[in-house]
């Protein structure tokens, strides 16, 4: 890619929304998934064990420094609530 192509010099005017929406979308999930293991008493230990997921990989997500793709967002999404709910079935 030239560096005076006009996309070139676009994003690094404006940014990417595409990856501005990925990393927002990140936050909300990592967020919203903090305060489900506070409420629920868990760790991230206990998330990277839950998703299978590597867990410094797990710890960079929450902490901000790492994302996951949207279709990642939503496999880990179903896979807490589907966690949540086997826990609710045995209480």
Do not use: C, Y
Request: no cysteine; glycine share 4%.
């Amino acid at each position: 890619m030239e560096e005076n192509d006009f996309v070139s010099i676009w994003l690094e005017e404006s940014g990417n929304p595409a990856i501005e929406e990925l990393t927002k979308m990140n936050g909300e999930v990592a967020d919203k998934t903090a305060k489900f293991l506070l409420e629920k008493g868990l760790t991230s230990v206990d998330l990277s064990t839950i998703l299978d997921i590597n867990h410094d990989e797990i710890a960079r997500w929450m902490n901000g420094m790492h994302a996951f793709s949207i279709k990642k967002l939503k496999e880990m999404t179903h896979m807490i609530a589907d966690h949540n709910m086997k826990q609710q079935d045995i209480v």
